[in-house]
């Protein structure tokens, strides 16, 4: 039976990651749905989302989550709320149009953009290592959807839907397609803030590729469009281009500590995740640059932002981490059954942790 679903599988990469995505999903909705049982909820009510009681996956929609879906109903009402960049709500209004539950809305396009996400990380994977065989492209994909904090592509946060815009954009530049490509990384920089720095690497890739200069000009000026459009509405709107960054001095006192705050407020993971970052500059500096100066720029939101709010999730979309971590175990066969093991129970952990509205995921 394994080995007659391996072939159906093989070759067909949409298939394999629906099912992939599928299978995730799945446990993912089942441990959360029994989260309680394991670990109390938190009691704070507005880290939770309870405008629909009856919705039995609200577990998955706490802290940012709600807020998302406040946008959808109401709109950018208060300042606040223009840290969280527009895509996704509008995405989320136009499944809601058709679609009762709003949370289920936003929950779908999760799953659904999880699933194209998957997608063009096997089609990177097969452009970048010429791999074709099922079990090596599984265990690269393993490292990119157990990731610690991918709990994030299940839930309703930007996460999937970044993650399959951006990418998008890279498997496209990778195979020139460079159309695709600009109007994907204008969507994802409408998206999340780090689309920017997808904006920086697809540049840098194009440069690798001998593109003339002109023609990374024009592509990032496509690409800028979605977070440009963002800083004009919240001109017109709130009278300050710049909402979504200062508006984080306001939920999060970015800014405001002193750099000893990053040694001082910082936790196992954060390190962690500095250290996988710092190394993964180190391993992609002589193979492909870009993909190093992508590594590290994601360091800038602890260092410009001096607290970690956030950090741990952001870091899902270092996605040459995870292919380091891939290509590094593809040497080290005996050790890789450990490090599934390990990041397994990792995401368990956090998925546990986010299910119960706590903060230990970096939300």
């Not at 058709?98 to 994977?125: C, E, N, T």
Request: hydrophobic share 55%.
């Amino acid at each position: 039976m394994a080995a007659r679903l391996k072939a159906i599988i093989s070759g067909n990469d949409l298939l394999l990651a629906l099912i992939v995505a599928m299978v995730v999903v799945i446990v993912g909705v089942l441990l959360g749905w029994h989260s309680d049982r394991i670990f109390p909820s938190n009691p704070v009510s507005t880290l939770h989302y309870t405008a629909e009681p009856g919705n039995h996956l609200s577990f998955l929609s706490d802290w940012d989550g709600p807020a998302y879906l406040n946008i959808v109903g109401s709109g950018y009402l208060i300042y606040p709320r223009a840290s969280l960049l527009p895509f996704y709500p509008i995405t989320i209004y136009l499944v809601h149009l058709v679609v009762p539950s709003a949370l289920d809305s936003a929950l779908l396009i999760s799953w659904l953009s999880f699933v194209v996400a998957i997608y063009f990380y096997i089609k990177i994977i097969k452009k970048l290592y010429g791999t074709k065989k099922t079990d090596n492209i599984l265990q690269g994909v393993t490292f990119f959807v157990l990731f610690p904090t991918a709990i994030f592509f299940i839930a309703s946060y930007t996460e999937s839907l970044f993650a399959m815009l951006a990418l998008g954009a890279i498997y496209f530049v990778l195979t020139k397609r460079y159309v695709w490509s600009a109007l994907l990384l204008m969507l994802s920089t409408a998206t999340h803030i780090t689309g920017v720095f997808v904006l920086i690497l697809t540049a840098l890739m194009l440069l690798e590729q001998k593109e003339k200069i002109y023609k990374v000009f024009l592509y990032a000026a496509v690409g800028s469009l979605g977070i440009l459009s963002y800083t004009y509405y919240l001109h017109l709107h709130f009278h300050d281009a710049l909402a979504f960054l200062h508006s984080q001095t306001q939920l999060n006192g970015w800014i405001h500590q002193s750099f000893s705050n990053i040694i001082t407020s910082g936790g196992f993971f954060n390190f962690f995740f500095i250290f996988l970052l710092l190394v993964s500059f180190a391993f992609w500096w002589r193979r492909r640059r870009s993909f190093a100066i992508y590594s590290i720029l994601f360091l800038l939101i602890p260092l410009v932002g001096r607290e970690y709010g956030g950090f741990n999730r952001y870091v899902l979309m270092a996605f040459p981490v995870q292919l380091m971590l891939y290509e590094y175990f593809q040497k080290k066969k005996a050790a890789l059954p450990y490090a599934v093991a390990a990041t397994t129970i990792i995401w368990t952990l956090f998925l546990i942790q986010y299910a119960g509205g706590w903060t230990g995921t970096g939300r």
